[in-house]
T-cell receptor, first 118, second 114 residues
Framework: AQTVTQSQPEMSVQEAETVTLSCTYD???????LFWYKQPPSRQMILVIR??????QNATENRFSVNFQKAAKSFSLKISDSQLGDTAMYFC???????????????FGKGTKLTVNP | DAMVIQNPRYQVTQFGKPVTLSCSQT?????MYWYQQKSSQAPKLLFH???????NEADTPDNFQSRRPNTSFCFLDIRSPGLGDAAMYLC?????????????FGDGTRLSIL
């Protein structure tokens, strides 16, 4: 079974600075997807960024980028120029590549609560 | 405009009294999911539908059931809620299977048991 570990329950950063959230996972699969989801207080969870394991290039979405180390099974999220609106719970998640006719589920880590301070 | 809508946002029920949580979507997605998220824990998948095909996770308690009467709506029924069922319940949708089909989440329903 796949597991996802986020070792930082809480983090804080000053506005405009950069912060990195850690995530490691355990799997015997070779093809899979990794995700970072953001869940602001009392608001819906939204997808921040996605990485396909067969792609060596790290995914980037504006101020959000990942450092994907497949051999180390590490998938960290870097947030540059942090903004107050980045305050949220961040979940790292894993999904196996779906086989034909099959379904695969998201496996989430426990989350990191990020606070951006003014 | 909200695309995955969960009602109500907060639900209080009594120990053992059946309760139903509602989810609707305007995305016309094929797949709908229900997750349970307890405090300080990761969301845990309970079950999902692909169209009308129901898929139950092996460790989902029998106390939890679901209905999907049409594409737009999906319900979570808890037959006899216990104190351990107090949690946030998240509904999500996706167009299809797989990691290239992102899941869209609702705001969640926070369930309290008295």
């Amino acid at each position: 079974a796949q597991t996802v570990t986020q070792s930082q329950p809480e983090m804080s950063v000053q506005e405009a600075e950069t912060v990195t959230l850690s995530c490691t996972y355990d799997t015997s699969e070779n093809n899979y997807y990794l995700f970072w989801y953001k869940q602001p207080p009392s608001r819906q969870m939204i997808l921040v960024i996605r990485q396909e394991a067969y792609k060596q290039q790290n995914a980037t979405e504006n101020r959000f980028s990942v450092n994907f180390q497949k051999a180390a099974k590490s998938f960290s999220l870097k947030i540059s120029d942090s903004q107050l609106g980045d305050t949220a719970m961040y979940f790292c998640a894993f999904m196996k590549h779906a086989t034909q006719g099959g379904s695969e589920k998201l496996v989430f880590g426990k989350g990191t609560k990020l606070t951006v301070n003014p | 405009d909200a695309m995955v809508i969960q009602n109500p946002r907060y639900q209080v029920t009594q120990f053992g009294k059946p309760v139903t949580l509602s989810c609707s979507q305007t995305l016309n997605h094929n797949v709908m999911y229900w997750y349970q998220q307890k405090s300080s824990q990761a969301p845990k998948l309970l079950f999902h539908y692909y169209d009308k095909d129901f898929n139950n996770e092996a460790d989902t308690p029998d106390n939890f059931q679901s209905r999907r009467p049409n594409t737009s709506f999906c319900f979570l029924d808890i037959r006899s809620p216990g104190l351990g069922d107090a949690a946030m319940y998240l509904c999500a949708t996706s167009r299809g299977w797989g990691g290239n089909q992102p899941q869209h989440f609702g705001d969640g329903t926070r369930l309290s048991i008295l």
